[in-house]
């Protein structure tokens, strides 16, 4: 074993099936916490306008075009735009 050097993947595939869900649903549980943790900070402290304003990136809105028509005759119509 001192020589051998595995892939990511393979030393993956080598955990126990029964370790590897378990590692998932592990990865799932503290995803879903992060995201119910998340709203709970903000619902408790908002974001302030100060704050929002030294943020690196800005959010706008942007009206929607029309949906644009369909291209007809072509071998794909049923789903090509232009």
Request: proline content about 7%; cysteine-free; aromatic content about 8%.
């Amino acid at each position: 074993m001192a020589g051998e050097s595995k892939t990511v993947w393979q030393a993956y595939k080598s955990i126990p099936p029964q370790t590897r869900m378990i590692m998932g649903m592990a990865g799932f549980a503290l995803s879903v916490a992060g995201m119910y943790w998340a709203d709970y900070e903000e619902k408790r402290r908002p974001v302030t306008e100060d704050e929002w304003k030294k943020l690196p990136i800005r959010i706008e809105t942007v009206e929607r075009l029309p949906e644009a028509p369909v291209v007809l005759g072509s071998s794909t119509e049923s789903n090509q735009k232009i």
